[in-house]
């Protein structure tokens, strides 16, 4: 097992303030590794969709944990989970589907997986119906450029 050269886990309720919390910690621990503001930009939006995710979806009309742990390696490569203790996916392959969304009403489009798979270069999704759900996402980020 590669020791990651930093990581770092924090807990957080699943309000929706909390989801400029989570983008803003997840910026922080980015910010030594000098990312292109491009790829910074992705991964923000990558926190924002799977954390709205489980305010919404998972914890739907109640609250609970999230926890999200960030990850760096030697080479570049970032590491993030975010899981929650919500209600879980029946079916996985089904969710990550472009524009299948069990909140049409309240204005989803069914895009979020889309987009952080977009994002990433490998997008992990385990779930279990009344345990929760964790999403992993892994991507190397391109090399600092110093001006
Ligand atoms: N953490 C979660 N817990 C429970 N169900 C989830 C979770 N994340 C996603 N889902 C389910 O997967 C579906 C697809 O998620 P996805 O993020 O792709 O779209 P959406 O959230 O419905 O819409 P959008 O993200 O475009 O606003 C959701 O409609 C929901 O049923
Ligand atoms: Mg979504």
Redesign the pocket.
Known sequence: MVKPTNELKCTFPSTSQNEALARSIVSGFLMPLDPDIEELADIRCAVS?AV???VV??YKGTQGPITITVKCYDDRTFRMTVA?R????PDVEQ?RKPL????PDED???????IMESFADRLLVSSHVGKG?KVTFIKKLSEASYI
């Open positions: 969709e709205t995710n489980c979806h998972a929650d919500g209600c879980g996916i969710a299948y969304t069990t909140a989803r489009c069914g895009m979020g997986f889309s759900t």
